[in-house]
């Protein structure tokens, strides 16, 4: 079993719908949990940063942390055609050092007009 | 303020070559980080440098190795390439600084390998 698991896709909304996103990992320590958005051709940039359990909200964008669950969400709200992207879920045990970020292979978004 | 700088963009080599790829980071980024990114894989780190010393180190063979110069920017380096080192190398920098919270990475578009 994988460290983190996150459906491929791809997934294909009309303009307009919420979008859920979804991963699940296996290891109980993980503490720090991650989203990035990736555009073709471009490296990852981070859209959420959550510590622990908990929701976290920044515009259109809403992350969710289930620690009991080992399942982290990110909702997007009023999708447009330039969230069309893939989205990768990332975690870590440790604060700090870059080195132990564990990635989902990503779930390619479409969002269309 | 420029961002994390990788070259060449794109890269085409053949099995049993080595090949040296470059990073700057953003300018104050102390640490720099390269992954691997494959379809079949995902994104997996490969090692992560701060000040010049190699500071983490992912599970990839001796063939990759990395050195990082005074000035923050990085090399990282894959000897005797095998078809299966096709991959988009991603190099992302950080402050580095604090080690008590997750920072924030920036990555480069990365450097898109193809091992003929």
């Known amino acids: 079993q994988k460290e983190v698991e996150q459906d491929p896709g791809p997934l294909s909304v009309p303009e307009g719908a919420i979008v859920s996103l979804n991963c699940t990992y296996s290891?109980?320590?993980?503490?720090?949990f991650m989203w990035y958005r990736q555009y073709s051709r471009k490296g990852p940039e981070l859209l959420m940063y959550?510590?622990?359990?908990g929701n976290k909200e920044d515009g259109r964008f809403t992350a969710q942390v289930d620690k009991s669950s080992k399942y982290i969400s990110l909702f997007i709200r009023d999708s447009q055609p330039s969230d069309s992207a893939t989205y990768l879920c990332?975690?870590?045990?440790?604060?700090?050092?870059?080195?132990?970020?564990?990635f989902g292979k990503g779930t390619k978004l479409s969002v269309k007009p | 303020k420029a961002g994390v700088t990788q070259t060449p963009r794109y890269l085409i080599k053949t099995r049993g070559q080595q090949v040296t790829l470059s990073c700057s980071p953003i300018s104050g980024h102390r640490s720099v980080s390269w992954y691997q990114q494959t379809p079949g894989q995902g994104l997996q780190f490969l090692f992560e440098?701060?000040?010049?010393?190699?500071?983490n180190k992912g599970n990839f063979p001796g063939r990759f190795s990395g050195r990082q110069f005074s000035n923050s920017r990085s090399e990282m380096n894959v000897s005797t390439l095998e078809l299966g080192d096709s991959a988009l190398y991603l190099c992302a920098s950080s402050l580095g600084a604090d080690r008590g919270l997750q920072e924030k990475l920036f990555f480069g578009s990365g450097t898109q390998l193809s091992v003929l």
């Open positions: 959550t510590y622990s359990s």
């Open positions: 290891n109980s320590a993980f503490q720090y």
């Open positions: 440098y701060f000040s010049e010393t190699q500071r």
């Open positions: 990332a975690m870590t045990r440790y604060g700090g050092s870059q080195g132990n970020l564990i």
